[in-house]
């Protein structure tokens, strides 16, 4: 009897074994595609780009191991420092600009029953389109001798600006125009964050006699603190990588006032041919976004996630 | 809120009341399509009217003529094709390898699960920037720059953002399901491919709507792996254009208003996708 019993354990036991492995064999044909591009797409070209940035590596010719000179050379290079300074600084303008419009725009679509739709095909809509097309018009809008901002200035009898081809106000332009580009992506999230947020909260709150603000400061803003904290993670990410409209629009000028991090790194690669000095730019790209991924997934342990 | 509202004024207020809130999201709509609408405006001005003084917001006498002249001498029908040629593969792929992928994270029990999924999802960490310039050398090697293959293979096969939102909709599904097609004698894949991959067209189509957008709009990769006038997307003909045509914007708005009509369309039919898509995985701009 016990004899017996365990052989009908081991024997289930056995095919339950031969069942996982089964699957195992059936879970990697499912994963192969995508296991194939992980390696091939990421993996193997992001370990090649760290070891790059040690080389002197030019294609067609020779290959010599030139251990942190690339990024000696670059981290004293003048044209980074103030690509850096510039992406910085953009960062600065753009990441709070951005989180305020908003969440500004959220607080508001919750407010009103009707037309949301059509609200939201107003600011959603620079999203699904090419980056490209849409800074070619803000090109126009703000050209500084006949665009239509300087003309609305004039209107209003304002004096006129000089936008993106003055070296103080092209990064600022730049920033206005991006606002514009990306502000849809944040609003979806904070609706979505404001709206997981129980009603009987607010209701509660009302009861209370808390008014718009207060709700706002002390009882709303904590809640979205998580939404709050992925939002800001995602926009400097977004900001740090900063290209297409400076590409497009000024080419990084004037002189070298709208030069951006990845800007540089694509005048080093594909201008330059220099592989070696921008595979040591993007591996310096690659370390500072990970370091604030970090120290916000770290500050976000702070924020307060329940919910109940 | 109104069941407080027992004042005397309550009662006109019980009229349909339209909220403030809508003034500023009218002015702040109004911001956000102006440049659509000028974009528009310009390209149906006359080429030689675009910077008259009295130019206002609307073209005095509207002439598609800039149309015309993009697609001759811009050569924009052949953009067109090319970012389909582009996109559309790396749609269909891209959506059948995550949903394999998805589901076999959701549904399978095998050994590295964990371990393979987390692998995925770092790779949104690493920025596109890292992997582009190693990229571009190995495609040189094997001789496929200036080709398409590296605008398609990298999207089709290595999306973490597709394979991450096919999972969460396979986990959702009941765990029923499972046993009753191992009863029925049923293998995984007929299991994935009659069962449950027909129940999955609204995460499919997400993604799909997403990734395509994605890859008809991208600027970067087309940037450095093409070369050749011929193979450019609307994005990289209209970018060179800007160049070589710098003033001739009613050209330019003629054409950039053609690169963004599929992507209004896109949105306008299927905004609700779109909507939850982003607002699932933070995805976007």
Redesign the interface.
Known sequence: MAVSMTTARTGIKARRRRNSRQKNGWAYLFLAPQLVGLLLFTVVPTLATIALSFTNFRLGGTSDWVGFENYLNQLSDPVLLKAATNTVVFTLMYVPAVVVAALTVSLLFLRVRRGRAVYQTAYFMPLVTSTAATSLVWALVFQPDYGLANKALEGIGLPVLRWYSSPDQALPTLVLIVVWATVGNSIILFTAGIQSVPSHINEAAALDGATGLKRLVFITLPLISPTLFFVITITVIGSLQFFVEPFIITSGGPGNATTTVVLELYRQAFTYSAIGPAAAISCLLFVAILLLTLIQFRLSRWVSYDRD | ?TATDSSPTATHRRLPR??R??I??IV??I???L??I??IS?SLTPADHV?DADAG?LPKDPTIASYLDAFARLDLGRGFVNSLVIAVPVTVGAV???S??G???AR????G?TL?FL??LM?I??????????????F?YVGLLDTYWPLI??A????AFG?FLMRQYFLSLPREMDEAAELDGA???QF?WQIVLPQAKAPMGALALFTF?AS??D??AP??FLTSDSLFT???R??ST?GLYGTE?AL??A???V??LP??I???LL?KY??AG??FT?A??
Not at chain 2, 125 to 138: K, S
Not at chain 2, 156 to 159: E, G, M
Request: with cysteine; proline share 6%; aromatic share 14%.
């Open positions: 809120m339209i909220s809130a809508h500023p999201l702040g709509a911001i956000m399509v440049p659509l000028y974009m310009v910077f917001l059948i390898t995550s394999m992928a589901f076999a994270f399978l029990e095998f050994v699960r393979w692998a995925i790779t960490m690493v920025p596109v920037q890292v992997r582009l310039i190693a990229e571009y050398i190995g040189s293979l990298p089709a096969l290595n999306s394979v293998n995984p894949w994935f957008l008809w709009n600027f970067f940037l450095i609307l994005p990289l209209m970018a800007a914007w330019l708005m054409a950039a208003c690169a963004i992507s209004l896109a949105f306008i905004r779109i909507v982003v607002s933070g976007g701009k």
